[in-house]
């Protein structure tokens, strides 16, 4: 592990000492003992303690002092914007150091934790950017009035992040939420809590005034209960698993109090016979397999056209097998190991459920064999067909680098098999018609639709779900707007009065 430790200039010394942060402060926290390990090897990165009881009344308590606050709550958009590049520009400065951290809490690899990291700041520039430039409205006055809209901060607001990528999900909370005039009270996963601890050291020495951000990393049932039952939670983001956003969902229905979910998905991408095969095969690859498939959005579900169905998987297979398994810190591997030794065994415990079904597992289905994955969490990219779309390997989610394969024969038979599960996340479509293309992305009830591409972001485009993968929308203005009360004035003309009173005021003289 030294000579992969070697590339990337840094060492463990390097890692946050495990304190949580709150109000502005570092600080060891109150909950239990958790340990981070390094899912390449099993080595330990921190021994700390998660967040408690008493720690989160103490970062809420001022999240709303500092919310409430006058010189944030009424700072001039563009003076906010001056925070957020600087926190921006902080995470591009140290783009590196992040990468490595993050690579160490999740086993990602390093290039696509440095290209998570830098997506971070430049999540930060635009909600800068957006400030410089956001208008209000004057709307149509409908009477001798003027009527207007306006937007303004919510207050306190509960930012909970998932363990896959959690700079960029820690950024597209934050970053709105800060941008619009709120405190944030952000709980990473207690799989990955060090890299939330580096952001939180980047915000604090950007000179954002104490109390708007505390990173407390905790568990579901003490911190994340906690935050979404607070009182003073006035908005909560969440993303992560669809059985932890029921249970805020009807905790948030209780108070009345807004809430997002991005939550899980289970996402078809649809292989037409005239699409260019080597522009589907490296998408499909990329869209299943980059991040060792532990990814939402992933294209886990692959209609393939009967006409060209053998064919084109066997091309898939073949590459599949080609993939590069490695340690996260070579620059070479294209899958790392997954997060948890608890997660292989899940992930394997699927394909067990599709082997049972009858599903035949065409490559992968195993961990690898070697010294270099002996003491690692890794799991071979694995393809899989023989099963129709009710199996149970089509229905669930994964969450890990797992692709079930099916043909299809016509339009209408392709749209009723990838709208039929509880899922609605995203969809791909590879085919040189873009206008059947865009008829059948219209058709398949999804939050995203990618055709001919695949798992590509933009900050400035809304992203988010239906069905059971989640409510609201983020990135974008809208995901700005999210973040604020909408509020409307009636201002009167001079010397006009309601005629329904003139009567009686002519009467009391």
């Not at 992968?364 to 694995?382: F, H, I, M, S």
């Amino acid at each position: 592990m030294g000579t992969q430790e070697s590339v990337t200039g840094f060492t463990t010394a390097d890692l946050p000492d495990g304190r949580i942060f709150v109000a502005g402060a570092f600080r060891e926290g109150r909950g239990a003992e958790i340990e981070s390990r390094f899912p390449a090897d099993n080595s330990l990165n921190r021994v700390m303690r998660e967040a408690g009881p008493e720690d989160l009344d103490e970062a809420m308590a001022a999240a709303q002092q500092a919310a409430a606050d006058p010189g944030w709550r009424d700072l001039l958009p563009h003076r906010r914007a001056d925070y957020l590049y600087r926190i921006g520009q902080g995470i591009a400065e140290n783009a590196d150091r992040i990468s490595y951290i993050q690579s160490r809490d999740t086993g990602k690899t390093l290039r696509e934790t440095y290209a998570l990291a830098m997506s971070a700041a430049g999540t930060f520039r635009y909600y800068a950017a957006a400030l410089e430039t956001m208008e209000e409205s004057i709307t149509p006055s409908r009477g001798p009035w003027m009527t207007f809209s306006r937007y303004e901060p919510i207050g306190v607001v509960a930012a909970i992040t998932p363990w896959n990528s959690p700079i960029a999900s820690d950024a597209q909370k934050v970053a709105p939420a800060l941008a619009a005039g709120n405190a944030v009270v952000l709980k990473p996963a207690t799989w990955s809590p060090l890299v939330a601890l580096e952001f939180a050291r980047i915000v604090s020495e950007s000179g954002l005034p104490a109390g708007l951000l505390s990173v407390l990393p905790g568990g579901g049932q003490t911190i994340g209960d906690g935050l979404v039952s607070h009182p003073a939670t006035g908005r909560i983001s969440f993303t992560g698993g669809t059985k932890v956003g029921h249970a805020i969902a009807e905790k948030a229905a209780q108070r009345l109090v807004p809430v997002s979910l991005e939550l899980g998905g289970k996402s078809p991408t649809i292989v037409f016979p005239d699409a260019d095969m080597d522009q589907a095969l490296a998408g499909i690859l990329y869209g299943m397999f980059s991040s060792s498939g532990q990814s939402c959005i992933a294209g886990s579900r692959l209609f393939i056209h009967r006409s060209i169905y053998r064919s084109f998987l066997e091309r898939l297979v073949a590459a599949t097998k080609e993939l590069k398994v490695g340690h996260p810190f070579d620059a070479n591997t294209q899958v790392g190991p997954l997060i948890h030794p608890a997660h292989v065994a899940s992930v394997a415990r699927w394909v067990d459920v599709a082997r049972s079904e009858g599903g035949r597992i065409l490559t992968g289905g195993a961990r690898p064999v070697g010294d270099l994955y002996k003491e690692g969490y890794y799991y071979l990219p694995t393809v899989i067909d023989g099963v129709d779309n009710k199996a149970t390997i089509c229905q669930e989610e994964v969450f890990g680098p797992v692709l079930v394969a099916m043909p299809f024969d016509n339009e209408d038979d392709v749209i009723r098999m990838s709208n039929d599960n509880q899922y609605g996340l995203a969809c791909g479509v590879w085919s040189q018609d873009i206008g059947r293309a865009m008829a059948i992305g219209k058709a398949i009830t999804a939050g995203t639709v990618w055709i001919n591409t695949y798992k590509q972001f933009s900050i400035s485009t809304p992203f988010g779900a239906d069905k059971e993968s989640g409510i609201g929308r983020e990135k974008g203005l809208e995901g700005l707007r999210a973040y604020m009360r909408q509020k409307s004035y009636y201002l009167g003309d001079p010397g006009v009065y309601l005629p329904w009173a003139l009567p009686a005021m002519k009467d009391s003289g």
